[in-house]
């Protein structure tokens, strides 16, 4: 992170936390506890910071993802017709973009078959001389079609996904499909914070700035 992203974070989560010290108080003005009330607005913040980090960081790995898809097919294309050194030149930024996708919602980290793969391919374009493509051609492929899987998977609910991994292991949804895992956080989360609070919310006439609030912080499903 830059000097100049640094500093626009700090600003943003000064920012956050006076509007969660004014919606809590508004909360107690309507009848809230006070106590529930400040452990609504701890929970929010938690979770308000931890889903837009993890929002940019799935923008980010996305974005990778599409890069390196499109390097893929570039290379698959020029390899055994271009010069040697420029089709290693591709598989360097191929691999450090690849470097690039992990995340819970795109590519694991505790993903053993992708890392299998990316060893593998490492080993291979380090061996690369435009001769016996055929291996490293059906690796590329194979690779390709995964990231093609996950660059159709649907984005999650990053204030729920968040909640979720403040209060339990993330080791606890490596198993699940992205779409089970995405109905999976949100179900938790509005059992667990999303629907009482929401009630309350409305019951003191602040609905509508929690909602506007969530939805200048981070992408979700907030209803």
Request: hydrophobic residues 40%; glycine residues 4%.
């Amino acid at each position: 992170m830059t000097l100049s992203e640094k500093v626009a974070m700090h600003k943003w989560v000064k920012e956050l936390k006076n509007e969660l010290k004014q919606l809590g108080k508004k909360l107690v003005s309507g009848g809230t506890e006070k106590a529930q009330a400040e452990e609504w607005m701890k929970e929010l913040k938690e979770s308000l910071e931890l889903g837009h980090t993890l929002h940019d960081d799935y923008e980010n790995a996305v974005s990778h993802v599409k890069t390196a898809r499109e390097a893929i097919v570039r290379i698959l294309d020029c390899m055994g017709e271009s010069p040697v050194e420029e089709v290693k030149k591709s598989f360097d930024g191929l691999i450090g973009n690849l470097d690039m996708v992990y995340h819970i919602c795109v590519i694991r980290r505790d993903d053993t078959d992708f890392i299998f793969t990316m060893t593998c391919l490492r080993k291979m374009t380090a061996e690369y001389n435009g001769e016996n493509t055929i291996m490293l051609r059906s690796e590329l492929e194979n690779l390709k079609s995964v990231l093609d899987d996950a660059s159709g998977w649907n984005a999650p609910d990053f204030l729920a996904l968040a909640y979720f991994l403040i209060h339990e292991k993330e080791s606890e949804l490596s198993e699940m499909e992205s779409e089970q895992r995405n109905a999976y956080v949100i179900s938790y989360f509005n059992e667990h914070f999303w629907e009482h609070f929401l009630r309350e919310a409305e019951r003191c006439e602040v609905k509508s700035e929690v909602i506007s609030l969530v939805r200048r912080t981070i992408i979700g499903n907030i209803g």
